[in-house]
C-alpha cells in the first residue's frame, strides 16, 4: 500500500504517527484482531468472519528506490480530492493535475488523503481495476485515529472509512445492495439479511427491515467508526476471491490468505456467450455465481457436469463480472467483461 497524502500549507498536517495509526486500524479490522464479540448483538455471532488480509506499505518506490511507502505533496487547490479535470479525470490521481500519480496500481493499493466536499471515501469501481485512476481518496477528517484536538466529526474519527473502501475495492457493495427495497438483489452475499433503511450513527439493537433484524454494526454499514465491528463470513469470502482473482498481483505473501485454486476450468468466451470446460474433476454437484462489482447476484444455476456449460450473456449490461463455481469442498473465480 502506498499513502499520497495531498494537503494545502494551512490545513492541519497527517503525521506519520497518524498514518500508522491507519495501518494498525485496517489490520485489526480484517484480521478480527480486536475482541468485538461481546460488543456485537448475538444473533449475528455465527455469521462474523475476517478476510484475514495483513497490509503493509510499499518499501519501494516505481524506480526501485527504497521507500517508506508515504508520499507528501502541498496543493493550491480547494478540495482537491473532490476536483475533476475537463475530460472527467479526478485531479487527486494525477501529477499533472495537482495531485499524485499512482504507483503500480496492478500490485500495490493507492490510497490518497486530501480535501473533499461531499462524502469520507470513495472506492474505485473493480472495472478500473489495475489503471492509473485504481484506489481509494479519503478525506483527513476520516483517515487514521483523529487527534481530539481538531474539531472533525466523532462519526469517522477512528479510522473505520478505510476498512470500509476496502471492502468495496475488494468487490464488496454496502449491505443494503444498490437500492433501498426488499424486493432487490441486496449486496449478493448469503448471510447478510436484506435491508431498506441506510443507518447512521449508532442505532440501538434491534432494527428492523425487510422482516429482518438488519446488521447496523456491520462494516460496509454508514454507521459512526465505533459502531462498525465485523465482516461476515460470506463477505470475506468473496474479498478472498477478488484478491485470489482479479487482484492477485497485490499478494506479496499468502500465509493469512486462504487461496482456493483446486477446481479448475477453462473459461471460453466468444461474443453473446460464455462456456465453461472443466479441465479437473469436480464433485457430482456445483453451483455456478455470477455477480456484477456492486456484489448483486447475476445468475445462479448448477454446473452442467456433463457436457459444456454455456451462458447467454446477449443482453447483459456492458461490465466487469465475476464467476464463481463452488462444489462440496473448493471454490474456482474469475473476471470477465461482457455486453459487447
Known amino acids: 500500500m502506498v499513502i499520497h497524502i495531498i494537503q494545502r500549507p494551512n490545513e492541519v498536517q497527517i503525521t506519520d504517527a497518524r498514518i500508522q495509526t491507519q495501518m494498525d486500524r485496517i489490520n485489526r479490522d480484517f484480521q478480527g484482531l480486536d475482541d468485538n464479540r461481546s460488543l456485537i448483538p448475538e444473533l449475528f455471532h455465527e455469521n462474523i468472519g475476517f478476510p484475514n488480509f495483513e497490509f503493509v506499505l510499499a518499501d519501494e518506490d516505481p524506480?526501485?528506490?527504497?521507500?517508506?511507502?508515504?508520499?507528501?505533496?502541498?496543493?493550491?487547490?480547494n478540495n482537491i480530492g473532490s476536483a475533476f479535470s475537463r475530460d472527467g479525470k479526478e485531479a487527486i490521481k494525477f501529477n499533472s493535475l495537482g495531485g499524485s500519480d499512482a504507483w503500480h496500481p496492478d500490485s500495490c493499493i493507492n490510497v490518497w488523503v486530501g480535501a473533499t466536499t461531499d462524502f469520507f471515501g470513495f472506492a474505485a469501481p473493480?472495472?478500473?481495476?489495475?489503471?492509473?485512476?485504481?484506489?481509494?481518496?479519503?478525506?483527513?477528517?476520516?483517515?487514521?485515529?483523529?487527534?481530539?484536538?481538531?474539531?472533525e466529526p466523532v462519526s469517522t474519527g477512528l479510522g473505520r472509512t478505510l476498512t470500509h473502501e476496502l471492502g468495496h475495492y475488494f468487490g464488496l457493495s454496502h449491505v443494503w445492495g444498490s437500492d433501498t427495497t426488499c424486493d432487490n438483489d441486496g449486496d449478493g452475499i448469503e448471510d447478510t439479511p436484506e435491508q431498506e433503511v441506510i443507518y447512521t450513527q449508532c442505532p440501538e439493537f434491534p432494527q428492523v427491515s425487510c422482516n429482518s433484524s438488519d446488521m447496523t454494526n456491520n462494516y460496509m454499514q454508514f454507521t459512526n467508526d465505533e459502531c462498525l465491528l465485523f465482516f461476515t463470513n460470506g463477505q470475506a469470502q468473496r474479498m478472498r476471491d477478488v484478491l485470489n482473482d482479479v487482484r492477485s498481483d497485490l499478494?506479496?505473501?499468502?500465509n493469512n490468505v486462504q487461496i482456493e485454486d483446486e477446481l479448475s476450468f477453462e473459461i471460453r468466451q466468444s461474443l453473446g456467450s460464455l462456456e465453461i470446460v472443466r479441465e479437473k474433476n469436480t464433485s457430482n454437484?456445483?453451483?455456478?455465481?455470477?455477480?456484477?462489482?456492486?456484489?448483486?447476484?447475476?445468475?445462479?444455476?448448477?454446473?452442467?457436469?456433463?457436457?459444456?456449460?454455456?451462458?447467454?450473456?446477449?443482453?447483459?449490461?456492458?461490465?466487469?463480472?465475476?464467476?464463481?463455481?463452488?462444489d462440496a469442498n473448493s471454490r474456482f473465480t474469475h473476471t470477465f467483461t461482457a455486453g459487447y
Open 63 to 77: 524506480n526501485g528506490r527504497p521507500s517508506e511507502g508515504i508520499i507528501r505533496k502541498q496543493t493550491s487547490i
Open 126 to 151: 473493480l472495472d478500473l481495476a489495475g489503471t492509473p485512476e485504481d484506489g481509494i481518496i479519503i478525506s483527513p477528517e476520516a483517515f487514521g485515529l483523529v487527534p481530539t484536538s481538531v474539531e
Open 251 to 254: 499478494i506479496v505473501s499468502s
Open 285 to 326: 454437484f456445483a453451483i455456478v455465481s455470477i455477480f456484477n462489482t456492486s456484489g448483486q447476484l447475476i445468475l445462479n444455476e448448477e454446473l452442467n457436469s456433463v457436457n459444456v456449460h454455456t451462458i447467454d450473456t446477449n443482453n447483459w449490461p456492458r461490465a466487469v463480472y465475476i464467476l464463481s463455481i463452488l
